[in-house]
Antibody
């Protein structure tokens, strides 16, 4: 079945780095734009980053620009988020999400279960 | 940057009642508006995309409407499973980023 599975979350000290992964299955991964969305404890959803289906275009929320890098490996059906210079305010559940339509969708029809990132000394 | 505002913040209703949730954009976003349902400890679930299209497997009691900058999610008759938080979301062609509203919590009266 169509599925996204995140991994790589954990507890990390402020200023350190962490890399999240999202394994995709059940659909043609290379045809869809992919996103990371996060949710701080008790808060709403916040969009983080997007990468185009072929990997040529990336775009970031202002809050993570210059610190986070989104990437994808279409040969391995894997999406990644490299998070550097982490701050306490980056503490959240991180979800990967798939766009609804190949090459250019405007909503997210498949979400992973989320992986928790806690930034704390 | 487009900002989405949702109202009310909380909606207290009884099963069987009709729920009407509002989402307003800071500018015209055509029909690029989606709605999600989220329950505690779960990932969001897509309900409606492109303003009025139900996602796969979504019951007909959920409907979306609107245009321009004002949008509505209607649940015609609340089921016990519908008590949750609902978010609206916009993503345009460029920039390709997305925006979420702050959410409306539908709880049991």
């Amino acid at each position: 079945q169509v599925q996204l599975v995140e991994s790589g979350g954990g507890v990390v000290q402020p200023g350190r780095s962490l890399r999240l992964s999202c394994a995709a299955s059940g659909f043609t991964f290379s045809s869809y734009g992919m996103h990371w969305v996060r949710q701080a404890p008790g808060k709403g959803l916040a969009w983080v980053a997007v990468i185009s289906y072929e990997g040529s275009t990336e775009y970031y929320a202002d809050s993570v620009k210059g610190r986070f890098t989104i990437s994808r490996d279409n040969s391995k059906n894997t999406l990644s988020l490299q998070m550097n210079s982490l701050r306490a305010e980056d503490t959240a559940v991180y979800y990967c999400a798939k766009e609804t339509v190949p090459t250019a969708g405007f909503a997210f029809d498949i979400w992973g279960q989320g992986t928790m990132v806690t930034v704390s000394s | 940057e487009i900002v989405l505002t949702q109202s009310p913040a909380t909606l207290s209703l009884s099963p069987g009642e009709r729920a009407t949730l509002s989402c307003r954009a800071s500018q015209n976003i055509d029909n690029y508006l989606a709605w999600y349902q989220q329950k505690p400890g779960q990932a969001p679930r897509l309900l409606i995309y492109d303003t009025a299209n139900r996602a796969t497997g979504i019951p007909v009691r959920f409907s979306g409407s609107g245009s321009g900058a004002d949008f509505t999610l209607t649940i015609s008759s609340l089921e016990p499973d519908d008590f949750a938080i609902y978010y609206c979301q916009h993503k345009g062609q460029w920039p390709p980023g997305a925006t979420f509203g702050p959410g409306t919590k539908v709880d049991i009266k």
